[in-house]
């Protein structure tokens, strides 16, 4: 064939008619233009719309059930607004939902895939059915801006390791293609399950890549080292003993209950009811027992006084014998001050747990804000603190106390042991995080930078070795260049230096923005430290999320519905700010039969006018 034919068919109108006709079959179909104009809503309909998926919206994010959807739809044709007469039933406000939950999945997906580095933060709980639902959360940074995003929520039959990691994958798999190829991280509460050495949920999903890393929840390790500082402790068992006795005291009995309000109204002060001292957060409900305890406690003696007293009529034996018990326990001066120093204690455990639970703590400020808590409590060793001073003396709060000869010495000896104790568990299980790549990760905290007077000139180049060597492959796949880290680590940190009067106030965000040209492969290492979660926090505020949307009432949602629920709950925007354009236009455009939104057939009408047009849309 000569070239002049094949240049003169290449240029003609019918080779160039073939080619755009080979586009628009190869074009998909959602795209093309025709069926972009028939899929086109009207702008009253439109609006419309907007009103069903506003109203659907609102639903899911008050944990409100659908069947509230047919009677604020109602409420709305009575306002004056143009709801229609089709969609309006449960049916459909389901099916809204899905969408609307759809549309934030979406945004995730491409915020995941934009991102080179996510870690997985996962947990297990039973909801209101009785089933084991396993909880999915994602953790990425992208140019020094930290997220912690929800993924998914997914039953299991059955609680093991093989089940709980396929359900993560699961979840995963919907949310991001190749988020293997970006996990850095899991953090798990450290049962056995997720986080054993052989066949653990960690151990299975990281598989063959060694720089994965495992990390065991810091607020539980926390939990855990109080709860083994106090398992040999007979003054706190004792004081155990008071608290719990209150709690059970006053919560059971609506009698003892408003006497006790009375005596806080005799003395003019605000009723504090005691407490539980257990609960899921051991720390933080037993700090909260204390507290009204101690701040109650005038009103509290008084009125077990009036109870045990002879004189006291209409009263059983059985309660006055309690109230006398309580009431020799709690004029006990030794363990007023044990209560006191306990207060002091947990105060700082209790703010340390605060922090621990931030959504975007990483680390490195996880492991500063530890050691300054240890720092306090080795004081207390020596001196006292503030609540321990203010029940040392004969009196406390107008009350004459019963002080033995060796009061101060037993006080003293158990403050000593306990704290001795907790200092030994909190070294024992938070001993990873001060060794290896963990220790390394102390660098993306500026907290943890000298001034620039002090600094050395080879400040945190071992760390950046170290964590070079460790997350090397993942880097590499990435697209960093590990070979240029070093140099720009300098370059870095010259420049923050430079440009910073207080190293401590800046941060990575500012410093994305100002030097990521310069130093584009350093602060990528930097997002994929920040990526990696110190506690899995937002589990369980999920878990507490997903009680409020799967109540007692709603115990038959299935696990897809509740979790397009808990997203809308925790992504979505709030009500006045929902816009519901892109769920309507993927309910409108993802169907096989088109979408007929202002179609009213007359003997499909039900007594209330509304059509029941959604199991057909579903067929």
Same mark, same amino acid.
């Given at each position: 064939?000569?070239?002049?034919?094949?240049?003169?068919?290449?240029?003609?109108?019918?080779?160039?008619?073939?080619?755009?006709?080979?586009?628009?079959?190869?074009?998909?179909?959602?795209?093309?233009?025709?069926?972009?104009?028939?899929?086109?809503?009207?702008?009253?309909?439109?609006?419309?719309?907007?009103?069903?998926?506003?109203?659907?919206?609102?639903?899911?994010?008050?944990?409100?059930?659908?069947?509230?959807?047919?009677?604020?739809?109602?409420?709305?044709?009575?306002?004056?607004?143009?709801?229609?007469?089709?969609?309006?039933?449960?049916?459909?406000?389901?099916?809204?939902?899905?969408?609307?939950?759809?549309?934030?999945?979406?945004?995730?997906?491409?915020?995941?895939?934009?991102?080179?580095?996510?870690?997985?933060?996962?947990?297990?709980?039973?909801?209101?059915?009785?089933?084991?639902?396993?909880?999915?959360?994602?953790?990425?940074?992208?140019?020094?801006?930290?997220?912690?995003?929800?993924?998914?929520?997914?039953?299991?039959?059955?609680?093991?390791?093989?089940?709980?990691?396929?359900?993560?994958?699961?979840?995963?798999?919907?949310?991001?293609?190749?988020?293997?190829?970006?996990?850095?991280?899991?953090?798990?509460?450290?049962?056995?399950?997720?986080?054993?050495?052989?066949?653990?949920?960690?151990?299975?999903?990281?598989?063959?890549?060694?720089?994965?890393?495992?990390?065991?929840?810091?607020?539980?390790?926390?939990?855990?080292?109080?709860?083994?500082?106090?398992?040999?402790?007979?003054?706190?068992?004792?004081?155990?003993?008071?608290?719990?006795?209150?709690?059970?005291?006053?919560?059971?009995?609506?009698?003892?209950?408003?006497?006790?309000?009375?005596?806080?109204?005799?003395?003019?002060?605000?009723?504090?009811?005691?407490?539980?001292?257990?609960?899921?957060?051991? #720390?933080?409900?037993?700090?909260?027992?204390?507290?009204?305890?101690?701040?109650?406690?005038?009103?509290?003696?008084?009125?077990?006084?009036?109870?045990?007293?002879?004189?006291?009529?209409?009263?059983?034996?059985?309660?006055?014998?309690?109230?006398?018990?309580?009431?020799?326990?709690?004029?006990?001066?030794?363990?007023?001050?044990?209560?006191?120093?306990?207060?002091?204690?947990?105060?700082?455990?209790?703010?340390?747990?605060?922090?621990?639970?931030?959504?975007?703590?990483?680390?490195?400020?996880?492991?500063?804000?530890?050691?300054?808590?240890?720092?306090?409590?080795?004081?207390?060793?020596?001196?006292?603190?503030?609540?321990?001073?203010?029940?040392?003396?004969?009196?406390?709060?107008?009350?004459?106390?019963?002080?033995?000869?060796?009061?101060?010495?037993?006080?003293?000896?158990?403050?000593?042991?306990?704290?001795?104790?907790?200092?030994?568990?909190?070294?024992?299980?938070?001993?990873?995080?001060?060794?290896?790549?963990?220790?390394?990760?102390?660098?993306?905290?500026?907290?943890?930078?000298?001034?620039?007077?002090?600094?050395?000139?080879?400040?945190?180049?071992?760390?950046?070795?170290?964590?070079?060597?460790?997350?090397?492959?993942?880097?590499?796949?990435?697209?960093?260049?590990?070979?240029?880290?070093?140099?720009?680590?300098?370059?870095?940190?010259?420049?923050?230096?430079?440009?910073?009067?207080?190293?401590?106030?800046?941060?990575?965000?500012?410093?994305?923005?100002?030097?990521?040209?310069?130093?584009?492969?350093?602060?990528?290492?930097?997002?994929?430290?920040?990526?990696?979660?110190?506690?899995?926090?937002?589990?369980?505020?999920?878990?507490?999320?997903?009680?409020?949307?799967?109540?007692?009432?709603?115990?038959?949602?299935?696990?897809?519905?509740?979790?397009?629920?808990?997203?809308?709950?925790?992504?979505?925007?709030?009500?006045?700010?929902?816009?519901?354009?892109?769920?309507?236009?993927?309910?409108?455009?993802?169907? #096989?039969?088109?979408?007929?939104?202002?179609?009213?057939?007359?003997?499909?009408?039900?007594?209330?006018?509304?059509?029941?047009?959604?199991?057909?849309?579903?067929?």
């Amino acid at each position: 064939m000569k070239l002049e034919t094949i240049v003169f068919h290449e240029n003609s109108q019918s080779h160039k008619d073939c080619l755009i006709a080979e586009e628009k079959v190869s074009e998909p179909l959602q795209q093309a233009p025709c069926v972009i104009s028939l899929v086109k809503l009207p702008e009253a309909t439109k609006e419309k719309m907007a009103i069903l998926f506003r109203t659907s919206h609102a639903i899911a994010k008050n944990a409100r059930p659908f069947s509230d959807f047919k009677w604020m739809c109602n409420l709305d044709e009575k306002k004056g607004l143009k709801v229609g007469k089709t969609y309006r039933n449960e049916v459909e406000c389901r099916l809204f939902t899905k969408y609307i939950a759809k549309a934030e999945q979406i945004k995730l997906r491409e915020e995941l895939e934009e991102t080179k580095f996510c870690s997985i933060l996962s947990d297990g709980s039973t909801d209101t059915a009785v089933k084991e639902e396993e909880l999915v959360y994602v953790r990425f940074c992208t140019k020094g801006n930290v997220n912690v995003k929800f993924i998914g929520i997914e039953a299991v039959e059955k609680a093991d390791s093989a089940n709980i990691t396929q359900a993560i994958k699961n979840q995963m798999d919907a949310a991001c293609k190749g988020w293997e190829g970006k996990l850095v991280a899991c953090v798990t509460d450290g049962a056995a399950v997720m986080s054993g050495g052989k066949s653990g949920v960690v151990t299975r999903l990281k598989g063959d890549k060694t720089y994965v890393i495992g990390v065991h929840c810091m607020a539980h390790r926390l939990e855990l080292s109080f709860s083994d500082a106090i398992k040999e402790s007979a003054m706190f068992r004792r004081m155990d003993e008071l608290l719990g006795g209150l709690y059970s005291f006053y919560h059971k009995s609506p009698l003892n209950r408003a006497n006790l309000i009375k005596s806080y109204a005799t003395l003019k002060a605000k009723p504090l009811m005691p407490t539980r001292i257990g609960g899921t957060r051991w #720390v933080g409900h037993l700090l909260r027992a204390l507290d009204h305890y101690l701040r109650g406690y005038p009103a509290i003696v008084l009125h077990l006084e009036q109870i045990q007293s002879p004189d006291a009529q209409g009263v059983r034996s059985v309660p006055q014998a309690k109230a006398k018990k309580f009431h020799s326990l709690a004029k006990e001066s030794a363990l007023l001050q044990f209560c006191g120093f306990l207060f002091d204690v947990l105060s700082h455990l209790s703010s340390l747990s605060a922090t621990l639970q931030k959504p975007t703590i990483t680390l490195a400020e996880a492991h500063a804000s530890l050691l300054a808590t240890q720092a306090v409590l080795d004081k207390y060793e020596t001196r006292a603190g503030p609540m321990m001073k203010a029940t040392s003396g004969l009196t406390f709060e107008g009350v004459k106390l019963s002080v033995g000869k060796n009061d101060d010495r037993a006080v003293k000896t158990a403050g000593q042991t306990l704290l001795s104790r907790l200092r030994d568990s909190l070294n024992d299980r938070f001993q990873d995080v001060s060794e290896g790549v963990l220790r390394a990760t102390m660098l993306a905290s500026f907290k943890n930078w000298t001034d620039r007077e002090s600094v050395e000139t080879d400040f945190g180049d071992r760390e950046i070795e170290a964590l070079c060597q460790h997350f090397g492959p993942v880097l590499t796949s990435a697209g960093v260049c590990v070979e240029k880290i070093p140099d720009q680590w300098t370059i870095l940190k010259s420049r923050i230096y430079a440009q910073t009067q207080t190293v401590q106030t800046t941060s990575w965000s500012k410093v994305n923005q100002r030097d990521r040209e310069q130093c584009p492969d350093v602060l990528d290492l930097i997002d994929l430290v920040l990526a990696v979660p110190a506690s899995t926090a937002d589990c369980e505020r999920g878990f507490s999320t997903m009680k409020q949307v799967k109540t007692d009432w709603r115990s038959n949602l299935t696990s897809s519905s509740l979790s397009d629920l808990m997203t809308i709950q925790l992504c979505s925007p709030d009500v006045n700010d929902f816009d519901p354009s892109t769920a309507i236009h993927l309910w409108h455009s993802d169907t #096989v039969r088109s979408r007929r939104p202002d179609y009213v057939p007359e003997d499909q009408e039900d007594q209330d006018g509304c059509v029941l047009t959604g199991l057909s849309d579903e067929d």
